[in-house]
């Protein structure tokens, strides 16, 4: 809801993206999708209130009966890749209760989300982004949390995306990838989901394996989860780590490099192989704009502040201008993506989100 379509005007007014981009959908491909059994079908996503998943249902009754279709045909499953959402689980399942099919845990979105939430708070500094898997006690608990809900009211739940890509001309390093593939998804089998993502085909038959031995039938509805308590505080808890100068490096050329390969036009963009979209670099950011404002500081003790960003963002953004531009995606916005990654890590307030940064910018590159 957050997105405005800058191409197109109400009343002189930018349209809802959210909107824009449903009622195109919607007009072409509802009637064909509905008579083919195949749909219509969609994930709503970033929602952070269950008044959000009500209104996503009003405009679904309202085109459902404007374009002839019967009432309830749209269906949905809805991302809780927001830290608000974690607590209105079951507000969001009753608000979409004649259309909903279930709720993904979105890992990346909800890890920056956290961030944001309580941004204000120094004692909440959250670790390096590597250190923050899903088995910390926050993301454990957010996980096995959406499964117990889905499952007592009858939804599926959905895992998370593993990053991993398929890495070739090296066998050790991409046996390591799998395993990690394999290890995500064995945990969300035996906890209780009923299915997964993985951020690349190739990985497809490792987690139709994992899932297909864990889950014979078509989902876990009866893994009812009853041994689940989850409470705010375990939300929110912390989990420990460090910042590490490689982690804070690798921060800064992560959101750099997403944010020009997305001032090119690209969604996703393989680093260091890891498929990194938007939530990835908001992480990237977002924990930037975190360690800064709060004084947090490396494992090395050097302070992290103002000085050390412009010293290593520099020393990145050098190398990242020294590789071969065919090699880099986006590499014409480099300085560009550097720029805004420095401003919103300078701020004085976190930025929402990176791309209502970098959106009029994306305007005019494409113009």
């Not at 001032?263 to 996703?268: A, I, N, P, Q, S």
């Not at 090395?300 to 960003?309: K, N």
């Not at 020294?322 to 916005?333: L, S």
Request: net charge negative; with cysteine; glycine share 8%.
């Amino acid at each position: 809801w957050h997105l405005d379509e800058a191409h197109a005007r109400l009343d002189g007014r930018p349209v809802s993206a959210s909107l824009f981009d449903f009622g195109l959908f919607a007009a072409h491909s509802a009637q064909a999708l509905h008579s083919q059994g195949r749909g219509p079908f969609f994930y709503l996503p970033k929602l952070e209130h269950w008044q959000e998943a009500r209104l996503w249902d009003e405009v679904m009754a309202h085109t459902e009966a404007a374009l002839g279709l019967p009432t309830g045909c749209m269906k949905v499953t809805v991302l809780i890749e927001t830290l608000p959402a974690a607590f209105q689980m079951h507000e969001i399942l009753h608000a979409l209760r004649g259309r909903i099919v279930g709720l993904n845990c979105g890992r990346w979105d909800y890890i920056f989300s956290t961030i944001k939430t309580v941004r204000a708070h120094p004692e909440r500094i959250l670790p390096e982004r590597g250190q923050v898997a899903m088995t910390v006690p926050f993301l454990k608990a957010y996980s096995e949390l959406l499964i117990r809900t889905c499952h007592r009211r009858g939804a599926l739940a959905m895992g998370g995306m593993a990053a991993q890509i398929p890495i070739s001309g090296d066998a050790s390093a991409n046996e390591a990838a799998m395993a990690k593939v394999r290890a995500d998804k064995l945990r969300e089998a035996s906890a209780g989901h009923d299915g997964t993502w993985v951020a690349h085909p190739g990985l497809i038959p490792v987690a139709l394996a994992i899932f297909d031995e864990f889950m014979p039938g078509p989902n876990q509805l009866g893994v009812a989860r009853d041994d689940v308590e989850v409470g705010a505080a375990d939300l929110l808890a912390v989990p420990a780590g460090s910042i590490t100068p490689a982690g804070y490096r690798g921060n800064i050329e992560v959101a750099v490099r997403y944010l020009a390969a997305w001032l090119d036009g690209l969604g996703c963009v393989p680093i260091h192989h890891l498929m990194e979209d938007a939530a990835t670099a908001e992480i990237a950011r977002s924990q930037l704009w975190q360690w800064q404002r709060h004084g947090a500081r490396l494992d090395d003790g050097r302070l992290i502040d103002a000085a050390l960003f412009a010293s290593v963002s520099a020393d990145v953004l050098a190398s990242l201008q020294a590789e071969p531009a065919a090699a880099t995606p986006g590499h014409a916005h480099l300085a560009l993506a550097a720029q805004l990654i420095a401003e919103a890590t300078a701020a004085d307030q976190l930025p929402d989100f990176l791309t209502l940064i970098a959106y009029p910018h994306l305007i005019e590159t494409a113009a």
